[in-house]
């Protein structure tokens, strides 16, 4: 393995040259499509550290990255990397606040971004076409040193960046590499915004392996797999929201035409595994970790067995991933590993208490020993003396027809002490109406212990995603608005 992310991406130029690396379909007028050779993006990355270098960006300092996925993310990520600065991604959707406290709390000294989100920009701002010539000293780097900021956040948690070195990175994308057998032939597509992370190591994997990285321009559940196909896509990473939305799209003649070998996804429905693998025809396998780990459990590709049980698979080298009897909670030691919470010294030791990284996921081992998914610790409602899993209700409201995606929150209740509210997305076709609410809460009253079924709903346009594709709950519950006031609509039958 490669002691740097420049070492890989030298090596790769020198071994595969003018093959093609990345590719970026056409997304519009502003936004041509665009194919970047080996060559190309280590000779373009070279350019950019020496203009970073030359405005006066040195190893250590903290650049931002603010654009759509275009060949500039990438490339300046890898050229940021090249002087020795560490890289800040930001996601394109941030406004005031949370670009704001990114930019502050990083202490970024600039941003390189393109002209259609400069405007939003504080601080220091570097054209990226502005980036582009001269030469300059090679940087001395090492294995252990900081290669990102990397923001994440909890569904309800502000953003803390966790402290990524080369060396995570290179493991990361190696043990996927490993898991995949990863093919001559093949070609790699993802669909996540480049600031989050999969998009970073993905990039990564396509540099060990010599093989093309297609960067749609964003997620689009009708789009996905006639764009696999286009582009004759063998593996692809998808999370979060994005398998039921797809799976929610009509089925279409030519599912099965593509030449997918392998989908990886972290959080697959169990009851949906084996409806998602024939539709397809391809595997789909799990890959569970978190921005703080890297991967720490992943399903082989030929344990068909699994398919529809949860799984989470086994732990790769360098890992070992147990569950606190007590608790019940998912712990993770060995590498990679974050080095710990920028500007949270406190977090850090909280995460790292017992040597062990808590992962806030609740698991239990089948009679197989395999380690399935039971909920989040602190993804909960507690009603009176009842818990009430936030994930499982969800699960049952998003398998209504006229739901895309739903999320639960407590709220204050005087007698209760919280209670269930309901958040929805509402499918194309589906009026945001009193009716509809009654009509997804009876088809949880008919799934649901009582206690369970949420007390309000409320509908919304769309929701914003963590950047492991996950539901923000923190923009749902802003403390100075009455969450059981209109536009909410209370639904509970009264249990008082």
């Not at 597509?189 to 970073?200: F, G, K, N, T, V």
Request: proline share 8%; net charge negative.
């Amino acid at each position: 393995m490669h002691e740097t992310i420049p070492d890989l991406m030298r090596h790769a130029a020198a071994t595969y040259g003018t093959r093609e690396f990345l590719r970026f379909p056409d997304a519009g007028p502003t936004r041509p499509g665009a194919r970047v050779t080996f060559a190309d993006a280590d000779a373009r990355s070279d350019r950019l550290a020496a203009a970073l270098t030359g405005r006066g960006v040195r190893p250590g300092d903290r650049v931002a990255v603010m654009m759509d996925n275009v060949p500039g993310w990438p490339l300046s990520w890898l050229g940021i990397l090249k002087s020795g600065a560490i890289t800040v991604p930001v996601n394109v959707r941030y406004r005031a606040a949370d670009l704001e406290h990114v930019l502050t709390d990083s202490g970024a000294v600039a941003t390189i971004s393109t002209p259609e989100h400069a405007a939003h920009i504080p601080g220091p701002v570097y054209d990226l076409d502005d980036l582009d010539g001269g030469t300059g000293p090679t940087v001395p780097i090492k294995s252990d040193d900081v290669a990102n900021f990397q923001y994440t956040s909890g569904t309800t948690g502000f953003p803390k960046a966790c402290m990524l070195t080369h060396d995570y990175w290179l493991r990361t994308a190696q043990v996927v590499v490993d898991q995949i057998g990863l093919r001559d032939d093949d070609v790699f597509m993802i669909a996540q915004a480049y600031s989050y992370m999969d998009p970073q190591w993905v990039t990564l994997l396509c540099l060990t392996g010599g093989i093309p990285l297609v960067v749609l321009p964003r997620f689009s559940a009708s789009g996905f797999w006639p764009s696999a196909r286009e582009h004759g896509a063998t593996l692809t990473y998808v999370l979060g929201t994005m398998p039921l939305l797809m799976h929610k799209q009509p089925p279409h003649p030519h599912d099965r035409d593509n030449r997918m070998r392998l989908v990886l996804c972290s959080g697959i429905q169990p009851d949906l595994h084996r409806t998602f693998e024939e539709r397809w025809d391809v595997p789909w396998r799990e890959l569970y970790g978190s921005t703080e780990t890297g991967p720490d459990l992943v399903v082989p590709v030929d344990a068909g067995e699994t398919v529809g049980t949860g799984a989470l698979g086994v732990a790769p080298p360098g890992k070992e991933v147990v569950i606190d009897e007590e608790s019940g909670e998912i712990l993770v030691r060995g590498v990679p590993m974050m080095k710990g919470y920028w500007n949270h010294p406190e977090a850090t030791a909280h995460a790292f208490r017992g040597g062990w990284y808590h992962t806030g996921d609740l698991g239990v081992r089948d009679d197989h020993g395999h380690i399935r998914h039971a909920g989040r610790i602190k993804d909960m409602v507690r009603r009176g003396g009842e818990n009430i899993s936030c994930a499982e209700v969800e699960s049952v409201l998003a398998r209504h027809p006229a739901v895309m995606s739903a999320a639960l929150v407590p709220i204050p209740d005087d007698l209760f002490g919280e209670l269930p509210k309901a958040f929805l997305q509402l499918r194309p076709g589906y009026e945001a109406t009193r009716d509809t609410a009654m009509s997804v809460i009876e088809h949880a009253r008919e799934r649901l212990a009582r206690f369970k079924v949420p007390a309000y709903v409320e509908f919304v346009e769309e929701f914003a995603l963590t950047p492991s594709a996950r539901i923000e709950k923190r923009h749902l519950l802003n403390p100075e608005r009455d969450q059981r006031a209109a536009p909410a609509i209370p639904v509970e039958k009264e249990q008082r």
